[in-house]
């Protein structure tokens, strides 16, 4: 009995120390948890101009940018990392940095656009001046005035009717004002809610093919538009002839689709504003999410 009862307590004995070596095996492998090092820098986007609310993560700890693109990573311990960067629109990136616990080190980066950009809720107003926001830089994905010269497409009424609304090329002068980039557009592809046009992956009437300028577009603004009912809202596919030709976007065609939210009235302004949203490739694919 003695024995056996020795025997046991040997074996649980040996199965504690199996265990504990385990564990400070596994501890050194992984290596300190924490230390007192400090990543730190400035985020900017393609055109450097500080990036806000990006995403910056090394290993488990993630923060994002603020409106003037910095950021702060603590508590880290000495080893080499590599810092990813990510957003919306934008490609994730990485840069590979070393630190010795105790010290701070600065990380500055530079974010490039995706191959898909995607905007939502754009307003843009109806002209009466040329200082107003009736045009759009699809590329950068902004409004502009009427006399910017980087607009894309410019929101109109058909005639001062107040009735009919359409986008037409940036590049048409009206009043006269200064030639924008010219814009090609689809005939209407349909009426869909939002919620569909949200999961719209391809122009889909473009099926087994990429989009061709010289078979999809054609018409230098969109066709009209006015009071909606229900949720079914018009959509269009559009090419940024300009651009290409211009030789922006390393001389590669961009393609997107723009549906057309909502149409609204200000009475005490007596002003209409419209709200698009915006899927766009820069690699002249048939592929928008």
Same mark, same amino acid.
């Given at each position: 009995?003695?024995?056996?009862?020795?025997?046991?307590?040997?074996?649980?004995?040996?199965?504690?120390?199996?265990?504990?070596?385990?564990?400070?095996?596994?501890?050194?492998?992984?290596?300190?948890?924490?230390? =007192? $090092?400090?990543?730190?820098?400035?985020?900017?986007?393609?055109? !450097?101009?500080?990036?806000? /609310?990006?995403?910056?993560?090394?290993?488990? *700890?993630?923060?994002?940018?603020?409106?003037?693109?910095? /950021?702060?990573?603590?508590?880290?311990?000495?080893?080499?990392?590599?810092?990813?960067?990510?957003?919306?629109?934008?490609?994730?990136?990485?840069?590979? %940095? #070393?630190?010795?616990?105790?010290?701070?080190? #600065?990380?500055?980066?530079?974010?490039?656009?995706?191959?898909?950009?995607?905007? =939502?809720?754009?307003?843009?107003?109806?002209?009466?001046?040329?200082?107003?926001?009736?045009?759009?830089? &699809?590329?950068?994905?902004?409004?502009? #005035?009427?006399?910017? #010269?980087?607009?894309?497409?410019?929101? *109109?009424?058909?005639?001062?009717?107040?009735? =009919?609304?359409?986008?037409?090329?940036?590049?048409?002068? &009206?009043?006269?004002?200064?030639?924008?980039?010219?814009?090609?557009?689809?005939?209407?592809?349909?009426?869909?809610?939002?919620?569909?046009?949200?999961? &719209?992956?391809?122009?889909?009437?473009?099926?087994?093919?990429?989009?061709?300028?010289?078979?999809?577009?054609?018409? /230098?603004?969109?066709?009209?538009? =006015?009071?909606?009912?229900?949720?079914?809202?018009?959509?269009? $596919?559009? /090419?940024?002839?300009?651009?290409?030709?211009?030789?922006? !976007?390393?001389?590669?065609?961009?393609?997107?689709?723009?549906?057309?939210?909502?149409?609204?009235?200000?009475?005490?302004?007596?002003?209409?504003?419209? %709200?698009?949203?915006? *899927?766009?490739?820069?690699?002249? *694919?048939?592929?928008?999410?």
């Amino acid at each position: 009995m003695k024995k056996q009862l020795f025997s046991m307590m040997t074996m649980f004995i040996l199965m504690i120390s199996i265990v504990f070596i385990s564990s400070c095996d596994n501890e050194t492998t992984v290596g300190p948890q924490f230390g =007192n $090092s400090v990543i730190m820098g400035q985020v900017f986007d393609n055109n !450097n101009a500080p990036l806000a /609310y990006a995403n910056v993560r090394v290993g488990t *700890k993630s923060t994002l940018t603020g409106l003037d693109g910095k /950021y702060g990573l603590t508590g880290l311990p000495q080893g080499t990392f590599y810092v990813v960067f990510s957003k919306q629109n934008f490609k994730t990136d990485s840069l590979q %940095t #070393t630190v010795s616990g105790e010290d701070t080190v #600065t990380a500055n980066f530079t974010m490039a656009l995706g191959e898909v950009i995607i905007i =939502n809720g754009l307003v843009v107003q109806e002209e009466y001046f040329g200082t107003e926001l009736s045009g759009v830089n &699809l590329y950068d994905g902004k409004p502009v #005035t009427q006399n910017d #010269t980087e607009r894309d497409i410019q929101f *109109k009424d058909s005639n001062g009717t107040r009735y =009919n609304f359409y986008f037409h090329s940036g590049h048409q002068t &009206l009043n006269p004002v200064l030639a924008g980039y010219k814009t090609e557009f689809s005939e209407q592809l349909g009426n869909i809610t939002k919620e569909a046009f949200d999961t &719209l992956s391809s122009r889909p009437d473009v099926v087994g093919r990429e989009i061709n300028p010289d078979w999809d577009f054609g018409f /230098y603004q969109t066709e009209y538009f =006015n009071a909606f009912a229900g949720t079914l809202r018009p959509y269009y $596919s559009f /090419y940024l002839k300009g651009r290409y030709e211009n030789n922006q !976007n390393n001389g590669v065609r961009i393609y997107g689709l723009i549906f057309i939210n909502s149409l609204d009235y200000n009475s005490s302004t007596d002003r209409y504003s419209v %709200t698009i949203d915006i *899927k766009m490739n820069r690699s002249a *694919k048939n592929k928008f999410n």
